[in-house]
């Protein structure tokens, strides 16, 4: 009777074991670790990039938002100015 029920708990301690060992191996589709942390540093950099160029663009944008703006006065001002009232017309071709 001992030797029966030594053997039944050998034989549960063993799929124990065996369900502890599959539940803590990683499965093939998840990286490593050290993947794990080279992935993650590549999107750290890739992040800091993105962020710099979007910090560019939003620069460009500002500055050529700035320079339509002023155009677009100087524009104004031509429209409305006169030349021929500016000048003496006297006549002559």
């Not at 369900?19 to 993947?35: C, D, F, H, I, Y």
């Not at 002023?70 to 524009?75: D, P």
Request: proline share 5%.
């Amino acid at each position: 009777m001992f030797i029966i029920d030594f053997h039944a708990c050998c034989a549960a301690l063993a799929r124990v074991l065996d369900a502890a060992r599959t539940s803590s191996t990683r499965p093939p589709g998840v990286p490593s670790a050290e993947q794990h942390a080279t992935n993650l540093n590549y999107l750290y950099g890739t992040r800091l990039s993105l962020a710099k160029a979007l910090n560019d663009a939003e620069s460009a944008v500002a500055s050529k938002e700035a320079e339509l703006k002023r155009l677009m006065e100087e524009l104004r001002l031509l429209e409305e100015s006169d030349p021929a009232a500016e000048h003496e017309l006297d006549g002559t071709p």
